[in-house]
């Protein structure tokens, strides 16, 4: 069974730092494109990042292109996401998937990690 842990999250500042990672488990992910999704309360789920399954490519959205920084340890089987230059507008529950399309959202498959911006 596929398990995806998501740790990381909490609250800071505009202009601070967090990584985010995501410890997967139950199969091998070393040969699947990974990604990383965000659900602010009362938007819809929002596509963030994705990553191939060799690191060598990456994909973000517009709205964080620049900031964030998707990157992966095969060898741990951990996905992280840097986030620099946090926005009140990066709040959101953030969780990761696997076999992703970049581009495309889709649902928590874990608990996935608060993020909470202040102003």
């Known amino acids: 069974q596929v398990q995806l842990v998501e740790s990381g999250g909490g609250l800071v500042q505009a202009g601070d730092s967090l990584r985010l990672s995501c410890a997967a488990s139950g199969r091998t992910f070393s040969n699947s494109a990974m990604g990383w999704c965000r659900r602010a309360p009362g938007k819809e789920r929002e596509f963030v990042a994705a990553i191939n399954w060799s690191g060598d490519s990456t994909y973000y959205a517009d709205s964080v292109k620049g900031r964030f920084t998707i990157s992966r340890d095969n060898a741990k089987s951990t996905l992280y996401l840097q986030m620099n230059s946090l926005k009140p507008e990066d709040t959101a529950l953030y969780y990761c998937?696997?076999?992703?399309?970049?581009?495309?959202?889709?649902?928590?498959w874990g608990q996935g990690t608060q993020v909470t911006v202040s102003s």
């Open positions: 998937g696997v076999d992703v399309i970049p581009g495309q959202a889709w649902d928590p």
